[in-house]
């Protein structure tokens, strides 16, 4: 059985099963929520945003459409592949890694979409990543972070489940260990079997104000779902937070 090498999320996001599983995304609704949220920023035309882990590049392609330049960065090396070709003369994409400063005291604003953080093994590194945002955002710079609610997924964590896409059965169990959620995928493939693991810390509001504090954001607002309504710690299925650098 053909398993993941190093870190996860190096290895399962280069494969093109990663992109056959989660073809059926919701772009329209993705727009939709890019339109609210920019609507809600209010931003300057002048704006200069990041977005950070940009998967393939689909929410830095609606917000450059919007009229703001948008540089895209994801650690896969392939979906920056797939993100290069909507470049142009204010948009850009490039392989790089949320730990580390990309540019620093240069963008106005940084995205961190669709439950984009919180990948790594050592809890540290969320603050590694939160650091390196201060560090490239200009002053009075916001951070925008689309997060799961991890209550209200816990509280819904659907075990076990079977999608048939592309002729291939991925066979996907879900579990909690107190910290991470992990999601595991098992299927075949020309007589192959493989197994991966996506796994992503659970992290709940007032983890994520205290991390925040600790890194020298100031919490604006907080909202719920993609139409940025109020959040409710049992019923939203999101975690939208936007933060100012103090």
Avoid at 156 to 184: A, P
Wanted: aromatic share 14%; proline share 1%.
């Amino acid at each position: 059985m053909a398993q993941q090498k190093g870190e996860w999320f190096e290895t399962w996001f280069d494969t093109r099963y990663y992109h056959i599983l989660y073809q059926n995304r919701d772009f329209s609704e993705a727009e939709r929520f890019i339109n609210n949220l920019l609507d809600d920023l209010d931003l300057s035309k002048s704006a200069n945003c990041l977005d950070l882990a940009c998967g393939k590049g689909r929410h830095s392609v609606f917000i450059n459409k919007k009229g703001f330049k948008v540089t895209g960065v994801d650690l896969s090396q392939n979906s920056i592949s797939e993100a290069k070709p909507f470049e142009n003369d204010s948009l850009s994409f490039d392989t790089h890694d949320m730990r580390e400063v990309y540019k620093e005291n240069t963008f106005d604003v940084v995205f961190n979409l669709f439950t984009s953080f919180g990948y790594f093994d050592d809890y540290e590194d969320n603050a590694k990543v939160l650091n390196s945002v201060h560090k490239m955002l200009v002053a009075d710079g916001l951070l925008v972070i689309d997060f799961m609610n991890a209550d209200f997924v816990l509280d819904n964590l659907v075990k076990k489940e079977v999608k048939t896409l592309d002729n291939i059965d991925f066979r996907i169990t879900k579990s909690y260990d107190g910290r991470h959620i992990f999601k595991d995928i098992n299927f075949s493939d020309e007589g192959k079997e493989y197994h991966f693991q996506e796994k992503v810390q659970a992290i709940k509001k007032d983890e994520f104000e205290m991390l925040l504090k600790e890194s020298g954001f100031e919490i604006e607002k907080i909202y719920g779902d993609f139409s940025l309504s109020p959040f409710s710690k049992e019923k939203s299925d999101r975690l939208i937070i936007i933060a100012k650098k103090k």
